[in-house]
């Protein structure tokens, strides 16, 4: 009875969330056509589809996701590095983290897409500062979090595990690894999602290729139909890779 | 008398060893490192001289107080709307269950990718900025107000009701006061989210405001007052950022004790 009504309950709520995504289509299909909505701010959504179909299978998109995805590799790859190295540095003395932590804290507080001009600067309107740029604000979640996972670990662990005869190795894998992983991918996560925003970010303000730059290409030259497929391509990419990283994350949960 | 010499010493030592005291010289060192290459990048001393020369460049100012408008205006319509959309899908579990889903989909999408529709929609203005700027700061608010009704002890709830609370006594006395710490880490987020959505806008549109001059001095390979620019940029967001933490730290205190 209880187990029914819960079921009944979920499929109501599904059948909710799909009669608002239709509702959704629907009013911006009957603006379009009925209430002569500019196809200059709104595009038809059956154009926008087929768009985005030709899209798909002509494989146009190749370029940019290859640009882009190579930058948030490099910028992340980067970041994970500097962040859990400088984080587990940091994390091994109380006086360290004293230190650290709060000037981390407050640069991360600091919205760093301001400085993405000074980027520019240095490192030229190629890829070299998108990566940079992306390097250095998903720096700053994974190294807090990193500081947090293993400046923070009980001290009953430690010592009961040293008092057993551990060694420093064995402390590394079995004490302090599984106590701090948890925290650390979460601050890696974050660190995804952040370099991914920022890479976007700053292709779409100052940049010679990416898909935010074919966007913002798109929408200068009045292609309207064009960009709303590249948007929902984008939208798309960016749903699977967070997607992918959550499986990723919980899978090594999992594993630990 | 050597003992005392000793006893000095080691207080001093300990003195030195504050950890404020080594942040500061983190900091010192990170601003010498700046030094060695005052082609490319300004010294700091340099940028401070500047910064009056900058204020006078014409627009700079006006430019840093439509930027500060904007801010607090779209920080204060996410609030808003955040309230207005966060307490009624809290307070109905079939509404939660079916919109939360929505939402955390819409939150985790990067928004920028349709930073050129808000600039079509609103213009290059600072309407379009603040709408972007919106658009990225209630969603924190709505998650994390959903989030703090939905942990209110059922209890409590409970209880107010059958000593025959009405709907407003129990939002008045129980909800409201229970959902101020989480009230206030969303404004938080909030405003994080609502300096980068603005922050963004403003480096986008290059025509007018902040992004104009960032691309002229970038242009015109100026980097001091870039630097000064941006210095001035990033000190209005930690000073608006400190703000709500304050607020935060403030008006939660009695819920943690």
Same mark, same amino acid.
């Given at each position: 009875m209880n187990a029914s009504t819960e079921r009944r309950q979920r499929l109501a709520s599904r059948g909710v969330q799909a009669a608002f995504l239709i509702v959704l289509i629907a009013l911006w299909y009957v603006a379009t056509?009925?209430?002569?909505?500019?196809p200059l701010l709104l595009p038809n959504p059956v154009p926008v589809l087929s768009d985005f179909w030709d899209i798909l299978t002509t494989g146009e998109f190749i370029g940019d996701l290859r640009v882009t995805l190579s930058e948030l590799a490099a910028a992340f790859v980067i970041a994970a590095c500097g962040g859990l190295i400088v984080g587990y540095l940091v994390s091994r003395s109380h006086y360290r983290i004293r230190v650290f932590e709060p000037l981390f804290a407050a640069v991360y507080s600091v919205p760093i897409i301001l400085f993405l001009p000074l980027y520019v600067l240095f490192?030229?309107?190629?890829p070299a500062s998108k990566i940079a740029l992306g390097a250095s604000i998903s720096f700053f979640p994974i190294a807090l979090s990193t500081i947090a996972g293993f400046g923070y670990v009980e001290r009953m662990l430690v010592i009961a595990a040293r008092s057993m005869g551990a060694s420093d190795y064995q402390l590394f894998r079995y004490v302090l690894v599984p106590a701090a992983l948890p925290i650390i991918l979460t601050g890696m996560r974050i660190g995804f999602t952040v370099a991914l925003l920022s890479i976007i970010g700053s292709e779409t303000i100052a940049?010679?290729?990416g898909l935010g730059h074919r966007i913002v290409h798109l929408a200068e030259a009045m292609e309207m139909t064009r960009m709303f497929a590249y948007i929902i391509f984008v939208v798309a990419i960016a749903a699977i890779l967070n997607a992918l990283v959550s499986a990723l994350e919980a899978r090594v949960r999992r594993a630990r | 008398m050597t003992s005392r010499t000793t006893w000095t010493a080691a207080a001093l030592r300990a003195w030195l060893r504050r950890p404020w005291l080594a942040r500061i010289g983190v900091v010192v060192l990170l601003l010498g490192v700046w030094l !060695?290459?005052?082609?490319f990048i300004s010294p700091p001393s340099r940028v401070f001289m500047s910064l009056d020369a900058l204020l006078e460049t014409r627009g700079v100012p006006a430019a840093l107080r439509v930027t500060f408008w904007e801010l607090g205006i779209a920080f204060v319509l996410s609030v808003v709307i955040g309230l207005v959309i966060g307490l009624p899908l809290g307070l109905a579990p079939f509404a939660r269950r079916s919109f939360m889903p929505i939402i955390l989909l819409l939150y985790g999408t990067p928004q920028v990718t349709i930073l050129p529709l808000f600039v079509l929609y609103f213009? !290059?203005?600072p309407a379009s900025k603040i709408a972007f700027g919106v658009s990225h700061g209630f969603f924190p608010v709505i998650v994390t107000i959903v989030a703090g009704v939905q942990n209110i002890k059922p209890i409590l709830l409970t209880s107010a009701r059958s000593m025959g609370a009405s709907r407003y006594q129990i939002l008045r006395h129980i909800v409201f006061p229970h959902m101020i710490p989480s009230f206030f880490a969303g404004m938080r987020l909030a405003m994080t989210g609502v300096l980068l959505g603005v922050l963004l806008a403003e480096l986008y549109?290059?025509?007018?405001g902040i992004g104009y001059f960032t691309t002229l001095f970038t242009q015109s390979f100026d980097p001091t007052r870039l630097l000064g620019l941006v210095a001035l940029l990033a000190a209005m967001a930690i000073v608006l950022n400190e703000i709500v933490r304050r607020a935060e730290v403030h008006f939660s205190r009695w819920h943690s004790e």
């Open positions: 056509t009925r209430w002569r909505v500019s490192f030229g309107l190629g940049s010679l290729a | !060695i290459d005052p082609m213009g !290059i203005g549109v290059s025509t007018a």
